[in-house]
Nanobody, 122 residues
Framework: QVQLVESGGGLVQPGGSLRLSCAAA????????MGWYRQAPGKERELVAD???????NYPDSMRGRFTISRDNAKNTVFLEMIGLKPEDTAVYYC????????????????WGRGTQVTVSS
């Protein structure tokens, strides 16, 4: 009913920048929080940042400073600006959204994208 499609990943050199995008489409009445997680090989998935409909952002201390989350509510899209990338930022980055459905079964559900690979290497 709802699809999240990430884009913008790729290979970047250390110190470089990338901008990830994630567009939500489908039976959407409204979207509450949106966010980004990442999962590196052999590690657990971890929160990078999330943002409310009103634009309030949340970053774990380890992500603060080099990552900036933003969203375009009119386009049901969330962005992640990443600067000063390091090899340890290499991971699959996943978008998530809490969606209020416009069709049965209605209600509020969390959806995930399939992820986009970010590789930081020289």
């Amino acid at each position: 009913q709802v699809q999240l499609v990430e884009s913008g990943g790729g290979l970047v050199q250390p110190g470089g920048s990338l901008r990830l995008s994630c567009a939500a489409a489908g039976s959407i009445r409204s979207i509450n929080a949106m966010g980004w997680y990442r999962q590196a090989p052999g590690k657990e998935r971890e929160l990078v940042a999330d943002i409310t409909t009103g634009g309030t952002t949340n970053y774990p201390d380890s992500m603060r400073g080099r990552f900036t989350i933003s969203r375009d509510n009119a386009k049901n899209t969330v962005f992640l600006e990443m600067i000063g990338l390091k090899p340890e930022d290499t991971a699959v980055y996943y978008c998530t959204a809490t969606v209020v459905l416009s069709r049965p079964p209605y209600g509020t559900y969390a959806y995930w994208g399939r992820g986009t690979q970010v590789t930081v290497s020289s």
